[in-house]
């Protein structure tokens, strides 16, 4: 048997216990050990502030699994690669013109441009304070950043802060509560979590029930016979991100 | 060069709800119809099989079974001094497309209007005096009352089979309905259904209080049916996927389940999906219309001539297909002029939502659509306005619908955004949470309305429909008042925590409320004043007949769709019977 | 077809068994004395018996298998051999064997049992018509039918039928004649036990040639791992407020916590709490004063 590099090895393992095959792109370091698959529309830098900013957003604590466990960069990634974040069911013709918050999203950015945009301005952003990239921060800081985000309306190369940092938080929390075959909520933890059965629901005999506990492990709409989920396939709106 | 084909006897803007039921009267009556869709065909085998429906991603946070806004929306201002702007994604309410409309996706929640509503203007002016109603508050009668309706709600609920409780049947009260409710000549087809853990503790609280809940009335079926057109139903299982979603079961009543069958069964019935219809064509005199224009799914315009026009593509897309054909002069705000437009309104929400300590397992997956507990005590005209200065009023019920973790995951005030802490409170709080919905009227008003953009088009190249419109100061006070009889019901339902408070202006159009849009073809007896005459024949084109919720002169406290169905049945009624007979209007000047 | 028919003496003296726990904690669980009478038909480890017309019982939910023998009890389920042994149970019992029963694994006995005339069926049928039998059981299974309207089985019995716990039982692996007879029970009015009438109305709607290709389906599957038992808790009664619950009237951006269609929402753009609505400033592309809703769903 011919001797495989490391690397080589990390790459086909990783490959092999994904259970979607994207096209070759680079992978981001930032993998804590675990093996996953490629990014499809991620590059390393943006994978570097999205994996620890999930983290904070929902993190891993004594009631268990967060977002980085559950893969929801995973899910944010495929979204990100996928219709949604080309722009479906976005009307996207000018002209372009401010409004009320009320009146709703008005900037010409679809979810893709408006990630790869702030994702950009975020890493200038950090530099110019001399901070050397999100996940180098201690997580004091980067709450402190992600408020930051939030509450103020920063100008991240074009992209007002608070509008980004919604965004990424609506995406985190439907990474963390979605069916398994989007990627994200990985064995069900979000499930499992709040007690949300799943996809398969009947409950015409247990709804005059009243106050029963319910404790039915959650089923995905992707599970077969043996409980094996199996997600839906990757079909990238667009050429996946450049590789680093 | 637009294709031009044979002429038909009837042709229908739009196969939803109103497409179908007019279809299939129509071609009873022996015409030939050719029915245009803009959306896709779909029925409950394959298209809305489990467990591929039951994904909230797709269905409820990607929306797909909603209009493509990529394609056509419309613009939003509050007022007519600010800059309309696109609605670049839907929120506020989720127009559908597609074989059978919106009935595939709705909620089931079935309820009557009224006499108080379908007659606002004279029985206000008649309680109340002449100086109650504020000067901008528009308000008018439809020219039709309760009684002349009650044979078509009857008709449509026993298509659909809903599932209630009678609380008046020919002037006797029952025990177990709702008191306030007009005279219904029978029971429901089918009985109420279960009553989940929330709605009850909302039940026996309201009772205590002195009011009188019942169950509300649900188009997701208690037990296997039947209808009068030999299609049967069956029992709804609560799987909590109903809003937003085709149901699987063959349990909610949807034009699929209920009657398209039938109509598409018929040789005299074409169906054309995939068509657009840009205008309604008339002739030179204006007068008369000629047929329609529409575009294919390969973009291809085409002319389909046709003797009798039926527009009945939702509430928002009749009035924008009447202002495109310049049919009805539009409605001018600043003159007060013009009908096309006026009085648009829409539904005024609120909530109460109940804390409960841990031990209290409320299972809020295990819904269905409208099942519930509701009260009509503050509905409408049935209580003394007279203090207190507003008009209209709303159904305070637990009628959760769902427990889809994306959409509901609630918490206290207090709560931050993300984090531990809202980890913790998301665990902690999901399953031991239940709140109350305020669903109340709409006035109208002489600032609220709808007309074409100046500035933004659709994919066809035609002006996007132009939304002005912000909450009435009316309809606020009403809000405030009965929230606040809603949180005292929620305090009595031994919560930890109630949490709530009214409807307030500025009107969000990116947060979900209702898709009872209303209004824009009004119905009435006055041509000054309406669109449609009382039997949504157009004023202006005899031949054409506009079906819908724009034809609400102002909104109830209830949901529109019985209301809907009703006046679609009574519409073909006088149709079939009148003006097929004698073509011309049924109402002359 | 039942050719057995077994008289029992059922005495049963009141051997307590537990609710069957997590058996990988606590060992081989402990039969109820009662399970004996069921061994004879039902199979030394629930297996069934196609010779007897015994189905498996082995794994199937606990709350389902006790809904039968209470079936057989009040007359909503008929069989001439259940109904006495059904009868013939104490209450405790009854929920004793259930759960028993619910946490024995599909081939705990090391034997895989026949699957009755499947192999039978195989043989006397041409490839062809096997291949649309297959074809009709798998639509039906996974599908539904529009023309019958009856939807598949999937929606409740769930994938490769392994069912739903805790009412609705698995399919796979169970006895092709078995479930065409159940189907026909259903469908005779004989078995009338079926949660809001869903299998009668189904089974009514199902052509006889359905009936045989939906069982054959399901029968060639493999029979699932045990169902998990005490899925289903009584409510605790202790904890309950009593006193009226503290109003906290929200205001600030909480206020206009939508409702929709029954279900609140629990932010502006349905996201999580406490992010309604953004914050009103100006960013490089505003004018003074405006702002940019974030790109809603």
């Given at each position: 048997m011919e001797r495989v590099s490391r690397r080589a090895f990390l790459r086909g393992a990783g490959a092999a216990a994904a259970a979607i095959v994207t096209p070759a792109c680079n992978r981001t370091e930032q993998t804590a050990g675990r093996q996953r698959a490629p990014y499809a529309f991620l590059n390393a830098d943006e994978a570097a502030f999205i994996e620890p900013a999930v983290a904070r957003l929902i993190p891993a604590d004594t009631l268990g699994p967060g977002a980085l466990e559950a893969d929801v960069p995973a899910f944010i990634d495929l979204q990100l690669a996928g219709a949604w974040g080309a722009g479906e069911r976005l009307y996207r013709s000018g002209p372009w013109q401010a409004g009320t918050a009320e009146q709703g999203y008005q900037l010409a950015f679809t979810p893709a441009e408006l990630f790869r945009t702030a994702l950009r301005g975020i890493g200038d952003d950090l530099r110019k304070s001399g901070r050397n990239g999100f996940a180098k921060l201690n997580v004091q800081d980067q709450d402190a950043y992600l408020k930051s985000l939030e509450s103020e309306s920063r100008d991240l190369a074009g992209v007002p802060s608070n509008i980004f940092f919604q965004s990424l938080l609506e995406v985190t929390v439907e990474g963390f509560f979605s069916d398994p075959v989007y990627g994200g909520n990985?064995?069900?933890?979000?499930?499992?979590?709040?007690?949300?059965?799943?996809?398969?629901?009947?409950?015409?005999?247990?709804?005059?029930?009243?106050?029963?506990?319910?404790?039915?492990?959650?089923?995905?709409?992707?599970?077969?016979a043996s409980g094996t989920i199996h997600m839906h396939p990757v079909e990238p709106a667009q050429a996946n991100g450049k590789a680093k | 060069?637009?294709?031009?084909?044979?002429?038909?006897?009837?042709?229908?803007?739009?196969?939803?709800?109103?497409?179908?039921?007019?279809?299939?009267?129509?071609?009873?009556?022996?015409?030939?119809?050719?029915?245009?869709?803009?959306?896709?065909?779909?029925?409950?085998?394959?298209?809305?099989?489990?467990?591929?429906?039951?994904?909230?991603?797709?269905?409820?946070?990607?929306?797909?079974?909603?209009?493509?806004?990529?394609?056509?929306?419309?613009?939003?201002?509050?007022?007519?001094?600010?800059?309309?702007?696109?609605?670049?994604?839907?929120?506020?309410?989720?127009?559908?497309?597609?074989?059978?409309?919106?009935?595939?996706?709705?909620?089931?929640?079935?309820?009557?209007?009224?006499?108080?509503?379908?007659?606002?203007?004279?029985?206000?002016?008649?309680?109340?005096?002449?100086?109650?109603?504020?000067?901008?508050?528009?308000?008018?009668?439809?020219?039709?009352?309760?009684?002349?309706?009650?044979?078509?709600?009857?008709?449509?609920?026993?298509l659909l089979g809903v599932s209630g409780k009678a609380g008046n049947i020919k002037g006797r009260k029952i025990a177990g309905g709702n008191p306030f409710e007009d005279p219904r000549s029978r029971e429901y087809p089918t009985r109420p259904q279960k009553e989940p853990y929330g709605s009850a503790l909302f039940r026996k609280a309201a009772e205590g209080l002195?009011?009188?809940?019942?169950?509300?009335?649900?188009?997701?079926?208690?037990?296997?049916?039947?209808?009068?057109?030999?299609?049967?139903?069956?029992?709804?299982?609560?799987?909590?996927?109903?809003?937003?979603?085709?149901?699987?079961?063959?349990?909610?009543?949807?034009?699929?389940?209920?009657?398209?069958?039938?109509?598409?069964?018929?040789?005299?019935?074409?169906?054309?999906?995939?068509?657009?219809?840009?205008?309604?064509?008339v002739d030179s005199a204006r007068k008369t219309a000629t047929g329609v224009t529409y575009v294919?799914?390969?973009?291809?315009?085409?002319?389909?001539?046709?003797?009798?026009?039926?527009?009945?593509?939702?509430?928002?897309?009749?009035?924008?297909?009447?202002?495109?054909?310049?049919?009805?002069?539009?409605?001018?705000?600043?003159?007060?002029?013009?009908?096309?437009?006026?009085?648009?309104?829409?539904?005024?929400?609120?909530?109460?939502?109940?804390?409960?300590?841990?031990?209290?397992?409320?299972?809020?997956?295990?819904?269905?659509?409208?099942?519930?507990?509701?009260?009509?005590?503050?509905?409408?005209?049935?209580?003394?306005?007279?203090?207190?200065?507003?008009?209209?009023?709303?159904?305070?019920?637990?009628?959760?619908?769902?427990?889809?973790?994306?959409?509901?995951?609630?918490?206290?005030?207090?709560?931050?955004?993300?984090?531990?802490?809202?980890?913790?409170?998301?665990?902690?709080?999901?399953?031991?949470?239940?709140?109350?919905?305020?669903?109340?009227?709409s006035v109208a008003t002489r600032y609220n309305y709808l007309d074409l953009d100046p500035t933004y088009k659709d994919a066809w190249g035609l002006p996007l429909m132009r939304m002005t419109f912000d909450f009435p100061e009316n309809d606020l006070k009403m809000s405030a008042y009965v929230t606040q009889k809603a949180l005292e019901i929620a305090q009595a339902m031994s919560g930890r925590q109630v949490v709530g408070s009214p409807r307030k202006a500025p009107y969000n159009i990116t947060q979900y409320q209702t898709t009872h849009n209303t209004g824009g073809t009004i119905m009435g007896t006055d041509p000054a004043t309406s669109v449609v005459n009382r039997y949504l024949q157009s004023w202006d084109v005899a031949n054409l007949f506009v079906i819908g919720a724009s034809n609400f002169p102002q909104n109830a406290s209830y949901n529109p769709t019985d209301t809907v169905g009703a006046l679609a049945y009574w519409a073909a009624d006088a149709i079939v019977n009148r003006y097929l007979k004698a073509p011309g209007s049924l109402m002359p000047a | 077809m039942m050719r057995l028919f077994v008289f029992l003496t059922a005495s049963l003296s009141g051997l307590a068994y537990s609710a069957a726990t997590d058996d990988s904690k606590s060992g081989p669980p402990q039969a109820p004395a009662a399970v004996q009478t069921c061994g004879a038909c039902h199979g030394a480890q629930g297996e069934g018996n196609a010779s007897t017309g015994a189905p498996r019982i082995a794994g199937q939910p606990a709350q389902y298998l006790a809904k039968q023998l209470e079936s057989y009890v009040n007359g909503s389920r008929r069989n001439p051999v259940m109904e006495p042994i059904a009868k013939g149970l104490a209450p405790a019992d009854r929920g004793a064997v259930a759960a028993y029963y619910a946490q024995l694994g599909p081939g705990a006995a090391g034997q895989a049992p026949p699957t009755s005339q499947n192999t039978?069926?195989?043989?006397?049928?041409?490839?062809?018509?096997?291949?649309?039998?297959?074809?009709?059981?798998?639509?039906?299974?996974?599908?539904?039918?529009?023309?019958?309207?009856?939807?598949?089985?999937?929606?409740?019995?769930?994938?490769?039928?392994?069912?739903?716990?805790?009412?609705?039982?698995?399919?796979?692996?169970?006895?092709?004649?078995?479930?065409?007879?159940?189907?026909?029970?259903?469908?005779?009015?004989?078995?009338?036990?079926?949660?809001?009438?869903?299998?009668?109305?189904?089974?009514?709607?199902?052509?006889?040639?359905?009936?045989?290709?939906?069982?054959?389906?399901?029968?060639?599957?493999?029979?699932?791992?045990?169902?998990?038992?005490?899925?289903?808790?009584?409510?605790?009664?202790?904890?309950?407020?009593?006193?009226?619950?503290?109003?906290?009237?929200?205001?600030?951006?909480?206020?206009?916590?939508?409702?929709?269609?029954?279900?609140?929402?629990?932010?502006?753009?349905?996201?999580?709490?406490?992010?309604?609505?953004?914050?009103?400033?100006?960013?490089?592309?505003?004018?003074?004063?405006?702002?940019?809703?974030?790109?809603?769903?």
């Open positions: 990985k064995d069900m933890v979000g499930w499992k979590l709040i007690g949300f059965p799943g996809a398969y629901a009947n409950y015409y005999e247990l709804v005059d029930q009243h106050g029963i506990a319910f404790k039915r492990a959650p089923m995905s709409l992707g599970q077969d | 060069m637009a294709e031009r084909k044979d002429a038909v006897d009837a042709v229908l803007i739009g196969v939803g709800m109103v497409g179908t039921i007019l279809g299939r009267e129509l071609t009873r009556a022996g015409l030939k119809v050719v029915g245009l869709e803009r959306g896709e065909p779909r029925y409950t085998v394959p298209d809305f099989q489990g467990p591929h429906m039951h994904d909230e991603l797709r269905y409820s946070v990607h929306k797909a079974l909603m209009q493509d806004t990529a394609k056509e929306t419309l613009t939003f201002r509050h007022k007519a001094s600010d800059t309309a702007l696109p609605t670049r994604r839907l929120g506020s309410f989720l127009p559908g497309t597609g074989l059978g409309g919106s009935l595939v996706h709705w909620n089931g929640q079935t309820y009557r209007f009224q006499d108080t509503d379908f007659r606002m203007r004279s029985r206000t002016v008649e309680r109340y005096g002449k100086n109650f109603l504020g000067e901008d508050v528009t308000i008018q009668d439809w020219g039709v009352t309760a009684a002349d309706m009650e044979p078509y709600y009857d008709r449509f609920e026993y002195g009011y009188h809940p019942f169950p509300q009335p649900s188009s997701n079926l208690s037990e296997p049916y039947q209808n009068p057109e030999g299609l049967s139903l069956k029992t709804c299982t609560f799987c909590g996927f109903c809003e937003r979603y085709g149901c699987e079961h063959y349990a909610k009543a949807t034009m699929q389940t209920t009657l398209l069958p039938l109509l598409l069964q018929q040789k005299s019935f074409e169906l054309r999906t995939g068509c657009k219809v840009l205008r309604i064509n294919n799914g390969s973009g291809q315009e085409i002319e389909q001539p046709a003797s009798l026009v039926i527009l009945g593509a939702f509430a928002l897309n009749n009035v924008h297909l009447m202002l495109l054909s310049r049919i009805g002069e539009p409605y001018d705000p600043s003159s007060g002029k013009g009908v096309v437009g006026r009085n648009y309104a829409y539904q005024t929400t609120s909530s109460a939502t109940v804390f409960f300590d841990e031990s209290v397992n409320i299972n809020p997956f295990m819904r269905s659509g409208a099942c519930g507990t509701v009260m009509a005590d503050f509905v409408s005209d049935n209580f003394d306005h007279g203090p207190l200065g507003f008009v209209g009023g709303a159904y305070v019920g637990e009628v959760m619908s769902h427990g889809r973790p994306i959409e509901y995951h609630p918490t206290p005030p207090g709560t931050p955004g993300w984090g531990s802490a809202w980890k913790e409170a998301v665990a902690r709080h999901y399953n031991h949470t239940s709140s109350l919905n305020v669903h109340g009227s | 039978a069926q195989k043989t006397t049928q041409s490839t062809s018509q096997n291949t649309t039998q297959n074809e009709r059981g798998s639509t039906l299974a996974t599908r539904g039918d529009e023309q019958r309207r009856v939807q598949g089985c999937i929606n409740c019995h769930g994938p490769g039928g392994i069912g739903e716990a805790p009412g609705i039982p698995y399919l796979a692996g169970l006895d092709a004649n078995y479930l065409a007879a159940a189907l026909n029970a259903w469908k005779q009015g004989t078995r009338r036990n079926d949660a809001g009438q869903q299998m009668a109305t189904l089974a009514q709607a199902l052509a006889p040639d359905d009936v045989t290709a939906v069982a054959q389906f399901y029968a060639a599957l493999s029979p699932p791992k045990p169902a998990a038992s005490n899925l289903v808790e009584e409510p605790q009664r202790g904890g309950t407020d009593t006193s009226k619950g503290t109003l906290t009237e929200s205001a600030g951006p909480h206020s206009n916590v939508g409702v929709e269609q029954g279900a609140p929402t629990t932010g502006g753009t349905q996201g999580p709490g406490g992010t309604a609505e953004s914050k009103v400033r100006s960013g490089p592309n505003a004018p003074p004063g405006a702002a940019k809703g974030a790109p809603a769903k």
